[in-house]
């Protein structure tokens, strides 16, 4: 099996929200005139209680935009298998990610799609 894998930096940043969420604006940014004003967040930061399930939710629409499917029993685990191709198998872990399949070829080009992602 050839095995390929990536860590995407800063993963929770690419965590889309999907309630609206305020916070205060830190310490040292805020803007003259305007301190107590409130900003909304339209992505997960780090620290935010959200930011591990919104990047996960994330993480998985975006596997299935390129047609990986999960089984119901393994949370990490993704297969994409196309007609006259062979099956790769994405293993997840947080913000790693690898890719393993037979055919090399196949394998990177579907890393680079979801590098583009």
């Known amino acids: 099996m050839y095995i390929t894998g990536l860590d995407v930096r800063s993963a929770y940043l690419y965590g889309k ?11 040292g940014f805020a803007v003259p005139g305007q301190e107590r004003k ?6 997960a930061l780090y620290g935010l209680k959200q930011a591990g399930l919104a990047w996960w ?6 596997l299935k935009e390129l047609r990986f499917e999960r089984p119901k029993s ?19 872990y947080v913000d790693d990610a690898l890719f ?3 055919n090399k070829a196949v394998v990177d080009a579907i890393k680079v799609q979801f590098m583009r992602k």
């Open 17 to 27: 929200l999907n309630k609206e969420i305020y916070m205060e604006q830190p310490e």
């Open 38 to 43: 409130v900003l909304r967040l339209w992505c």
């Open 57 to 62: 939710c994330t993480l998985d629409e975006s």
């Open 74 to 92: 393994e949370a990490g685990i993704f297969f994409y298998k196309k007609k006259g191709t062979n099956i790769i198998i994405g293993i997840i």
């Open 100 to 102: 393993c399949s037979p």
